[in-house]
């Protein structure tokens, strides 16, 4: 499979190969004020085992993610890890959890998904999670606030692959839906984030087109305070 290949498309998933062994997927949000809003995950694999970061919108399409991945690529889930409370995160979540799919959230993202009604993620961490995929490892760590009092970045080590989440924006993009943002952090949370992880080559933001450290530059100016 080449890389920057869209290698399944459908009216409710799209997914693309962003690195040897890493695959953005996007599903369609229908919102009240926004129309149907586009949104990403990521998934990682290693030795015919997958990590998945955020559902997909809804059940009908993390359905779908979970066959393809199973039928396509003969892979096993070991989890899925949303990486905000937001429904663009965890608005399929029940299917992962009725297929019994081990799920991991930031502590918060748990207090804020019950807050909501939402479903919420089964298991939780403090700081950061690593966990094994294959024979290499994933890492979801907070960072600090941003987007949401909750957000959470992943990162592929083994191929320098970060799922930023809505916290790191496509390029050209606007400040975008900040009901439960934190503006006044949100540009001191990414300068961390790209301390954090200088060797990163391919970013996937939680809305639009992924690139490279160049979306955490531009997140980082986009919210400097003028």
Request: net charge neutral; hydrophobic share 35%.
């Amino acid at each position: 499979m080449a890389t920057n290949k869209i290698v399944h498309q459908t009216n409710d998933l799209i997914i693309t190969q962003v690195s040897e062994n890493a695959f953005e997927f996007t599903s369609f949000l229908q919102t009240k004020d926004y129309g149907v809003v586009p949104g990403n995950g990521l998934f990682v694999r290693s030795n015919n085992q997958v990590v998945i970061f955020n559902t997909t919108a809804n059940d009908k399409s993390s359905e779908e993610l979970i066959k393809w991945i199973s039928d396509t690529l003969h892979c096993k889930i070991n989890a899925v890890i949303p990486t905000h409370f937001h429904p663009d995160c965890l608005g399929g979540l029940k299917v992962f959890e009725d297929k019994n799919i081990p799920s991991y959230a930031y502590y918060k993202t748990i207090e804020l998904a019950k807050e909501s009604n939402f479903v919420v993620p089964e298991n939780s961490f403090k700081d950061s999670l690593v966990l094994k995929v294959g024979d290499k490892k994933v890492i979801a760590k907070f960072l600090g606030e941003g987007h949401t009092r909750d957000n959470i970045i992943g990162y592929f080590p083994s191929e320098n692959v970060m799922f930023g989440g809505c916290l790191i924006k496509e390029m050209n993009a606007t400040k975008g839906y900040l009901v439960d943002a934190n503006v006044k952090d949100w540009s001191a949370t990414v300068e961390k984030v790209k301390k954090e992880y200088p060797n990163v080559k391919v970013v996937v933001p939680g809305h639009g087109k992924f690139g490279n450290e160049k979306l955490i530059d531009y997140t980082i100016e986009l919210f400097k305070e003028n």
